[in-house]
């Protein structure tokens, strides 16, 4: 079992910063794939970022949506079991709760990564707000 928790959101100007942090406490996700989504009011949930895991434990690749890339970067600590995910040049369109997400990609039953139902641990999110 991992269990995620989300910290690090906040209210922020438009074009400004911010920096998610997603720990696990109990085991590690060295292994794991982990990703980033968020989910807007009356909106579906979307994906964000993932950290992939590429064959050795080590080897990993990130992955963006469109509408992030250039302006997040997803990184991972394997000693502090964290996976940072740096926002800039933030939009009010980026006001969302974000959660991170992790699974074991080799019991992942062929699920594509930037579908939620790839992850079967979940954070309980946490709130990003984008003035204009």
């Known amino acids: 079992q991992v269990q995620l928790v989300e910290s690090g959101g906040g209210l922020v100007q438009a074009g400004g910063s911010l920096e998610l942090s997603c720990a696990t406490f109990?085991?590690?996700?060295?292994?794991?794939?982990v990703g980033w989504f968020r989910q807007a009011p009356r909106r579906e949930r979307e994906f964000v970022a993932a950290?992939?895991?590429?064959?050795?434990?080590?080897?990993?690749?990130?992955e963006y949506a469109d509408s992030v890339k250039g302006r997040f970067t997803i990184s991972r600590d394997n000693v502090k079991n964290t996976v940072t995910l740096q926002m800039s040049g933030l939009k009010p369109e980026d006001t969302a709760v974000y959660y991170c997400a992790a699974a074991d990609p080799f019991r992942s039953g062929g699920t594509y990564y930037r579908d939620p139902l790839h992850y079967p641990y979940w954070g309980q999110g946490t709130q990003v707000t984008v003035s204009s």
């Open positions: 950290h992939r895991r590429l064959g050795g434990i080590t080897n990993y690749y990130a």
């Open positions: 109990e085991g590690t996700f060295s292994g794991y794939n």
